[in-house]
C-alpha cells in the first residue's frame, strides 16, 4: 500500500509559477500528475520514471512544466511556470506499482495507476 499527499496548489495569476509536491510513503515505480477541471474528465499530464531519468508530457503543457524526482526522499515534484487560466484544475499524484516498464500508452492512461493522492487545486486568475 502506498500513501500520497500532494501540497503547493493555491490561487496564483496567470503568467506565475508554481510548485507541486507529492511525497509517497512506500516504493514507487512510475508517478503521475493527472487533473480535473470542474465538468470535465481527469487528463495526464506529466510522468516520471522510478529512476527519475525519463519523463513525458502531455503536449498541452511541454516547455511550461518540469516533472522531477528526489528519489531519496520519494518525492515527485511538478513545476508549473507560465500558469494560463486553463490550467486550473485539483491536481492529482499518481503511482503505477503493477510494472516497471515505461510504455507511454500505459502511463498515459488513468487506469494504469494503482495509488492515487487526494489532489492539490490549483487557481489560475486571468
Known amino acids: 500500500q502506498v500513501q500520497l499527499v500532494e501540497s503547493g496548489g493555491r490561487l496564483v495569476q496567470a503568467g506565475d509559477s508554481l510548485r507541486l509536491s507529492c511525497a509517497a510513503s512506500g516504493g514507487t515505480f512510475t508517478m503521475g500528475w493527472f487533473r480535473q477541471s470542474p465538468g470535465k474528465d481527469r487528463e495526464y499530464v506529466a510522468a516520471?520514471?522510478?529512476?527519475?531519468?525519463?519523463?513525458d508530457y502531455t503536449e498541452a503543457v511541454k516547455g511550461r512544466f518540469t516533472i522531477s524526482k528526489e528519489k531519496d526522499k520519494n518525492t515527485v515534484y511538478l513545476q508549473m511556470n507560465t500558469l494560463k487560466p486553463e490550467d486550473t484544475a485539483v491536481y492529482y499524484c499518481a503511482v503505477r506499482s503493477r510494472s516497471v516498464t515505461w510504455y507511454l500508452g500505459a502511463i498515459r492512461k488513468e487506469s494504469e495507476y494503482d495509488y492515487w493522492g487526494q489532489g492539490t487545486q490549483v487557481t489560475v486568475s486571468s
Open positions: 516520471i520514471n522510478w529512476s527519475g531519468g525519463v519523463t
